[in-house]
């Protein structure tokens, strides 16, 4: 079965919230730093002996540096700038690391607040959330660039990933805060950003390096819609975030419309949208009251299943299993969710684990049916079995610190890093006979002994039952 193990020297002395974000590259895991000091590199070439070093050189210790990083065209990874001023580029086989392009700041963050109101930062509640987050984490297109769209910078951000070089684009969109967050990829090769708290939806043509709008102005409210998602009818869908409804772009007429029922004026009731096999998207509730299904073919937007209560940040993140189902961890929920999608009827799963806590953040879907998340708050981490809908606890316990590990990527053999944020090692998910020989006499990997893993738990959940 698979467990948890810390591995590797204490990063203590890198402070509280190191990484965040994770790059996996063959072997290689490299972690951009948060408020650490230096990027982070997991060498996994040899799981008996992991190399996991500091790398680079001193970025400094500034707060909240950078959330995100991509595997460039060119073999580095590019991470575009949160909190920090320029563009960081690492180079995972060397392990080295530079700041690219021009510097970028913003005006004084004060000044600005008292202008256009405060940033809500990516929505986790941290405290350095206070300050003014420059780009979300953008979408790699097919050629080779990286484009970035504005949280509370005042334009596009452009990073060529074959050469390194990094511009504005677009129209000069003001200092106002949090306009947005997603970004989606279409089928006519433009990206699509749903405004947050933007007044309008945002294209940007990936061809001509263009940006426009496309839509009527929907407003000033702050955190309309979180998240987007496109269809397989040529439209993308957003679930309602403080929006009354679904916002629907269409793709062909280039118009946009709300659709289904007004939902309220809550705020943050939806913040994951998945796709199902029957063509509908499902979003597990976070502070709204029930399970959000919307039928792109209609198109319309309804509740599903049972009230699961108002408010709570319950679930935040979600994905489809191998039953066609769709689960989501408990963030401040008792217990994790599960979507039956054939019944349209929604169950919470597993051992209660209370109220509170911001307990799983990160969720990793393994090629061997299972979901696995490492603790944020909780004490342990989570595996979900979505072949047959059960939850377990993998051992040990790992402490009741608050926001250990927030992120989590994959090795080349299968398992599962997860550099630490509050915590001071790397936690790694791995297979527990991983030291045993077949009968070939060859050593088993994780994905070798997956489908052993699958059979024992499902015979053994049969068994109990």
């Not at 994770?22 to 895991?29: Q, S």
């Not at 920090?84 to 700041?99: F, H, M």
């Not at 398992?415 to 088993?444: A, I, M």
Request: proline residues 8%.
């Amino acid at each position: 079965m698979w467990y948890s193990q810390l591995v590797g020297p204490s990063l203590k002395d890198f402070g509280e919230g190191k990484w965040r974000a994770v790059v996996p590259v063959d072997n290689i895991l490299c972690c951009p730093p948060w408020n650490a000091t230096h990027v982070l590199r997991i060498n996994t070439t040899d799981p008996e002996q992991l190399q996991i070093e500091a790398t680079g050189c001193d970025l400094g210790n500034g707060k909240g540096k950078w959330k995100s990083g991509v595997l460039g065209a060119d073999g580095n990874i590019y991470c575009p700038p949160w909190f920090a001023s320029r563009v960081l580029r690492i180079d995972p086989y060397v392990g080295t690391s530079e700041l690219i392009g021009p510097e970028f700041t913003l005006p004084d963050p004060v000044k600005l607040a008292q202008e256009f109101g405060d940033s809500i930062g990516d929505g986790d509640g941290d405290v350095s959330d206070e300050n003014w987050g420059k780009w979300m984490d953008g979408t790699l297109a097919a050629n080779g660039c990286l484009y970035c769209q504005p949280w509370c910078a005042s334009h596009v951000l452009k990073i060529d990933t074959r050469n390194g070089s990094v511009e504005l684009i677009g129209p000069d969109l003001g200092w106002a805060p949090d306009k947005y967050r997603a970004a989606v990829v279409a089928t006519d090769g433009v990206i699509y950003c749903p405004p947050h708290s933007a007044r309008r939806v945002m294209k940007v043509e990936i061809s001509t390096d263009t940006v426009s709008f496309v839509g009527p102005d929907y407003g000033t409210k702050p955190g309309k819609w979180w998240a987007g998602a496109m269809t397989l009818v040529n439209t993308i869908l957003c679930a309602p975030h403080s929006a009354g409804q679904v916002l629907q772009i269409d793709l062909f007429r280039q118009m946009c419309t709300l659709v289904g029922r007004d939902f309220g004026s809550g705020e943050a009731k939806y913040r994951s949208i998945v796709q199902s096999n029957d063509g509908c998207f499902y979003c597990p509730p976070c502070n709204a009251p029930q399970v959000l299904c919307i039928d792109p073919l209609t198109p319309d937007a309804d509740y599903v299943g049972p009230d699961l209560c108002c408010g709570g940040f319950k679930w935040v993140v979600a994905g489809l299993g191998e039953d066609g189902c769709v689960y989501s961890p408990p963030w401040l929920a008792h217990k994790s969710l599960r979507v039956d999608v054939p019944t349209r009827w929604a169950r919470q799963i597993g051992k209660n684990q209370g109220w509170g806590g911001g307990k799983w953040e990160a969720m990793y879907p393994h090629e061997d049916g299972f979901f696995y998340c490492p603790p944020c708050c909780a004490t342990d981490t989570l595996s979900l079995d979505t072949l047959i809908g059960t939850t377990e606890l993998l051992t040990p316990e790992l402490g009741r610190e608050p926001r250990k590990w927030r992120c989590t990527g994959r090795s080349a053999a299968g398992e599962l890093y997860c550099p630490p944020f509050e915590h001071d090692k790397v936690l790694r998910l791995t297979f527990k006979n991983l030291q045993l020989e077949s009968p070939s006499g060859t050593k088993d990997s994780p994905l070798s002994r997956a489908s052993s893993r699958v059979h024992e738990s499902r015979a053994s959940s049969l068994l109990q039952g």
